[in-house]
């Protein structure tokens, strides 16, 4: 019994007294023996069988075809005058167009500059309070589109404690939730993340309403 | 993912061809609910399309994906649960178990995804349904004999394609 035999087995759950003498004696199939269980396991799993309905490829592609002008970067005179104009235009028409069209107008609406690591973008968050929380609508501009391997994410805090109400990847019009309101959580801000398993704010603030 | 960083929306469905079944299960096991997790996949690829200029075509993008997937899963999560909860008073969300062992099923999809589909289906047979040879035989109208054969080769594909799953999950 070579060693993709006894690995084979393994895997299957087959594994008998042959595969046993095997694995006694090679260290190389030992070191595999973690990888296999933990796939053994994961074929049990329902998610791993559960199929994508046919129709999500073409909403996906339609999606990303509707939002071929992601944001780019730019450079120099333009870059550092007419887009942060354009912004500050931008939030004020924002901020407007909600009073005029959005049913219900917001019950806040509050400007979020931003900080030193961002200094060309703007933002203005408006925001709708709920039965079940506050739902936010996010207009940024002038911020570069997250790195690979980071996204941005927006905070409202209260003192040390932060509660985050979403993630995005590059500026535009972004809807938002959070589960509590921002008269109890008055600070919001907007951090850079790396995509890690740590759920609490970098210290990269980009986009800040201040304490 | 040249195509894709350089911006040519054409190179979506190739990417999704690629991951989107994976980013579904990821999606699905995190949130355990099938229109929220088609809701999550449409989420990630737009968020990787949006930042797919800053990543490296050179790069393996796989982790890159999964990572977006995982954060949309959390997101979706915690607006679910901000919806259903009638609490007053705020939590700092802890994620549950079933976005425990979200890469391991990211990397077994991946890896299945790889495997003759009359190799696929002697595994879900085996393993999912929990049947034995002779019942997957008779389930499917092959001879036992075909099973079995089948069976070893997809095994020893699978148990091949897996390997450092651990490793790489750490």
Redesign the interface.
């Known amino acids: 019994m070579n060693c993709d035999e006894v690995r084979a087995q393994y895997l299957a759950g087959e594994d008998d007294d042959a595969t046993g003498v095997h694995l006694a004696e090679c260290a190389a199939c030992r070191a595999r023996r973690e990888d296999l269980q933990a796939g053994r396991r994961a074929l049990m799993d329902q998610a791993i069988w559960e199929e994508p309905p046919p129709e999500l490829e073409d909403q996906v592609v339609a999606l990303i075809t509707a939002n071929q002008n992601r944001p780019s970067l730019g450079t120099g005179w333009l870059e550092r005058w007419v887009r942060p104009l354009a912004a500050a235009a931008v939030v004020v028409a924002v901020v407007g167009l909600y009073g005029v069209f959005r049913t219900p107008s917001p019950d806040w609406a509050v400007a979020m500059p931003g900080t030193d690591l961002a200094p060309l973008a703007t933002s203005t968050i408006a925001g709708w309070n709920t039965e079940s929380g506050t739902r936010m609508v996010l207009a940024v501009e002038g911020l570069d589109p997250a790195p690979a391997g980071y996204v941005y994410e927006l905070w409202l805090s209260q003192g040390p404690l932060h509660i985050s109400a979403g993630t995005f990847t590059a500026d535009g019009e972004i809807d938002l939730w959070t589960g509590v309101t921002r008269a109890d959580f008055p600070r919001l801000w907007v951090t850079l993340e790396p995509l890690d398993h740590d759920e609490s704010p970098s210290g990269h603030t980009v986009l800040d309403t201040g304490a | 993912m040249r195509r894709f960083s350089d911006?040519d929306?054409g190179a979506?469905?190739d990417l999704?061809?690629r991951y989107?079944?994976a980013v579904?299960?990821?999606a699905?096991?995190a949130l355990g609910d099938?229109s929220l997790?088609?809701e999550a996949?449409?989420q990630t690829?737009?968020?990787a399309?949006?930042?797919?200029?800053?990543?490296?075509p050179e790069?393996d993008p796989a982790p890159?994906l999964y990572?977006?997937a995982?954060?949309?899963a959390?997101?979706l999560y915690?607006?679910e649960?901000?919806?259903?909860?009638?609490r007053e008073e705020?939590e700092?969300?802890v994620?549950p178990h079933s976005f425990e062992?979200a890469w391991?099923?990211w990397?077994?999809?991946l890896?299945?995804d790889r495997v003759p589909d009359d190799e696929r289906e002697i595994?879900?047979a085996?393993?999912?349904l929990g049947l034995t040879h002779e019942e997957t035989a008779e389930r499917l109208g092959i001879p036992l004999g075909t099973v079995k054969s089948r069976?070893?080769r997809a095994?020893?594909r699978?148990?091949?394609l897996?390997?450092?799953?651990?490793?790489a999950?750490a």
């Open positions: 911006g929306p979506a469905r999704y061809d989107g079944r579904f299960t990821v699905y096991r099938r997790a088609e996949v449409q690829f737009l968020q399309w949006r930042a797919a200029s800053k990543f490296d790069r890159w990572a977006i995982r954060r949309v959390i997101d915690r607006r649960r901000r919806h259903d909860s009638d705020p700092v969300a994620l062992g391991e099923a990397e077994v999809r890896a299945l595994l879900r085996t393993h999912f069976s070893f095994h020893r699978l148990a091949e897996l390997s450092h799953l651990r490793e999950t």
